[in-house]
């Protein structure tokens, strides 16, 4: 549990009342930022937005009987705050120079604490361009398969500066293993993670193109995905597990430490072979057999070979049950990249890197399937967060279409034009989706495979409403 006692441990405390003896007795901090969801006796952390400040609903969560409020201290509403402890004499009221730093500084304390208790918990951080959610859920699988109940990983993609805080409040003394997912937009949000979780083991994915709008650069956004390898390292003192796909043209690059591994079909330490659902694994001179039927994706199998030995590594007597384990996972239904019948779906999040990926590995199904690629359709839109590079970037995913012998497309969004660019003469092309609406109709019972990706803004996955 989160314990009152780390309260008086925090910086960003300025002041706290109530009427009851809060010192005299430990109780949980039941961690809801969330004025919807509060549910009785929880503490409420008060958060503040570009648009909205969550003091605003303090009477609904103190009508909830709130254990505890925390919010950031202001001179004006010191006297409002001083008649609602009055009012609510059950509830402990807390001032703090800013409530997302004390969400942070609570979850960093208590990481630490858990891990204090027992010296052997492990705390791996995952992240990447693409596929840190599926890496996150890859390495749940196997390492629940040696440790059932007790490991926590971030729920969903909460993985940013308020979600890992909320993840890290999960933990408890039944648990042995952190896996706390993170993301980031803008140059140094790593390291604030980093600094909250302390992680001593983790993955980088890939270095793609995603949110190179405020990164600059490819180096910038490797710079930036490398914090956490670097925090690993500290943390560690270079013994933590590391593995990264070493066929990735920058993660090679990473300084080598005694935890680094890396693996790959073309490069790495540890060299692996997809053929099929079949993964072989050469570790060890002995070559470890994965047969997994459950996954199509050539690049998803690629992903769960490395989260296979990444498991090895940091489990190294637990090799056999880590192989049975991987070739039984299940890609869980997540909201993003999914088949949906005949239709593949990923509305989600796109970027040259994952688009590319996801189309490599459309049109290699369609071939083991035998499925000639005049039966499929194809819907492709924005890339958002590309700034600069976004002209450049659609042109070339437009270019690797035609390079795949992909004929029926349609492109939906502002950057159509792009597209265009490598691409003259598609079979349609839209501003907005719900332009396109009627052609879709035509389409979904013409063709015998769809694929579909776009950024999120498109909501493209309500065409599949239309029918």
């Given at each position: 549990?989160?314990?009152?006692?780390?309260?008086?441990?925090?910086?960003?405390?300025?002041?706290?009342?109530?009427?009851?003896?809060?010192?005299?007795?430990?109780?949980?901090?039941?961690?809801?930022?969330?004025?919807?969801?509060?549910?009785?006796?929880?503490?409420?952390?008060?958060?503040?937005?570009?648009?909205?400040?969550?003091?605003?609903?303090?009477?609904?969560?103190?009508?909830?009987?709130?254990?505890?409020?925390?919010?950031?201290?202001?001179?004006?509403?010191?006297?409002?705050?001083?008649?609602?402890?009055?009012?609510?004499?059950?509830?402990?009221?807390?001032?703090?120079?800013?409530?997302?730093?004390?969400?942070?500084?609570?979850?960093?304390?208590?990481?630490?604490?858990?891990?204090?208790?027992?010296?052997?918990?492990?705390?791996?951080?995952?992240?990447?361009?693409?596929?840190?959610?599926?890496?996150?859920?890859?390495?749940?699988?196997?390492?629940?398969?040696?440790?059932?109940?007790?490991?926590?990983?971030?729920?969903?993609?909460?993985?940013?500066?308020?979600?890992?805080?909320?993840?890290?409040?999960?933990?408890?003394?039944?648990?042995?293993?952190?896996?706390?997912?993170?993301?980031?937009?803008?140059?140094?949000?790593?390291?604030?993670?980093?600094?909250?979780?302390?992680?001593?083991?983790?993955?980088?994915?890939?270095?793609?193109?995603?949110?190179?709008?405020?990164?600059?650069?490819?180096?910038?956004?490797?710079?930036?995905?490398?914090?956490?390898?670097?925090?690993?390292?500290?943390?560690?003192?270079?013994?933590?597990?590391?593995?990264?796909?070493?066929?990735?043209?920058?993660?090679g690059k990473l300084k080598k430490s005694k935890g680094l591994s890396t693996y790959g079909e073309f490069g790495g330490d540890t060299k692996i072979e997809i053929n099929g659902e079949r993964i072989i694994i050469h570790m060890d001179r002995q070559p470890l057999l994965i047969t997994n039927n459950n996954i199509f994706e050539h690049h998803n199998l690629k992903n769960l070979a490395g989260t296979a030995i990444f498991a090895m590594k940091l489990f190294p007597k637990k090799v056999k049950q880590i192989i049975e384990a991987a070739s039984k996972y299940q890609q869980p239904s997540m909201n993003r990249s999914q088949w949906i019948n005949n239709i593949f779906l990923d509305a989600y999040n796109a970027n040259p890197s994952s688009m590319k990926v996801s189309l490599d590995s459309f049109v290699t199904i369609m071939?083991?399937?035998?499925?000639?690629?005049?039966?499929?359709?194809?819907?492709?839109?924005?890339?958002?967060?590309?700034?600069?590079?976004?002209?450049?970037?659609?042109?070339?995913?437009?270019?690797?279409?035609?390079?795949?012998?992909?004929?029926?497309?349609?492109?939906?969004?502002?950057?159509?034009?792009?597209?265009?660019?490598?691409?003259?003469?598609?079979?349609?092309?839209?501003?907005?989706?719900?332009?396109?609406?009627?052609?879709?109709?035509?389409?979904?019972?013409?063709?015998?495979?769809?694929?579909?990706?776009?950024?999120?803004?498109?909501?493209?996955?309500?065409?599949?409403?239309?029918?």
């Amino acid at each position: 549990m989160v314990s009152s006692k780390l309260l008086f441990k925090l910086k960003s405390v300025i002041t706290m009342d109530a009427f009851f003896d809060f010192k005299a007795r430990e109780f949980e901090l039941k961690i809801n930022t969330d004025s919807r969801s509060f549910k009785k006796d929880e503490t409420f952390v008060a958060l503040v937005g570009e648009n909205f400040d969550a003091f605003n609903y303090l009477e609904g969560v103190l009508n909830l009987d709130a254990k505890v409020v925390i919010v950031s201290h202001s001179f004006e509403r010191a006297a409002l705050f001083q008649s609602l402890s009055v009012l609510y004499p059950k509830t402990l009221f807390i001032t703090v120079t800013d409530t997302l730093l004390f969400l942070q500084e609570l979850a960093r304390l208590h990481i630490e604490e858990w891990k204090k208790a027992d010296k052997d918990r492990k705390i791996i951080g995952v992240t990447g361009s693409n596929g840190k959610t599926t890496h996150k859920e890859m390495i749940y699988f196997l390492l629940n398969s040696l440790l059932p109940g007790k490991v926590l990983a971030t729920k969903g993609n909460l993985n940013n500066h308020i979600g890992v805080p909320l993840t890290i409040f999960g933990l408890t003394k039944k648990h042995k293993v952190a896996i706390i997912e993170m993301g980031m937009n803008h140059a140094g949000e790593i390291k604030v993670l980093c600094d909250i979780a302390h992680p001593e083991h983790g993955m980088i994915t890939n270095i793609g193109a995603a949110h190179i709008e405020f990164l600059k650069s490819m180096e910038n956004i490797f710079k930036e995905k490398g914090t956490l390898y670097d925090s690993v390292v500290k943390t560690s003192k270079g013994q933590g597990v590391f593995v990264v796909n070493g066929d990735d043209q920058y993660l090679g690059k990473l300084k080598k430490s005694k935890g680094l591994s890396t693996y790959g079909e073309f490069g790495g330490d540890t060299k692996i072979e997809i053929n099929g659902e079949r993964i072989i694994i050469h570790m060890d001179r002995q070559p470890l057999l994965i047969t997994n039927n459950n996954i199509f994706e050539h690049h998803n199998l690629k992903n769960l070979a490395g989260t296979a030995i990444f498991a090895m590594k940091l489990f190294p007597k637990k090799v056999k049950q880590i192989i049975e384990a991987a070739s039984k996972y299940q890609q869980p239904s997540m909201n993003r990249s999914q088949w949906i019948n005949n239709i593949f779906l990923d509305a989600y999040n796109a970027n040259p890197s994952s688009m590319k990926v996801s189309l490599d590995s459309f049109v290699t199904i369609m071939k083991n399937k035998n499925v000639d690629l005049d039966d499929c359709y194809f819907i492709l839109g924005d890339m958002n967060e590309l700034g600069d590079h976004a002209a450049p970037m659609h042109e070339e995913i437009a270019r690797h279409i035609k390079k795949l012998g992909i004929k029926n497309v349609t492109f939906i969004g502002r950057y159509r034009e792009y597209y265009l660019k490598g691409f003259a003469d598609p079979k349609g092309h839209y501003l907005k989706k719900e332009e396109f609406s009627e052609e879709w109709k035509k389409i979904r019972k013409n063709y015998k495979y769809i694929f579909i990706k776009a950024s999120r803004s498109l909501e493209l996955e309500t065409l599949l409403n239309i029918v």
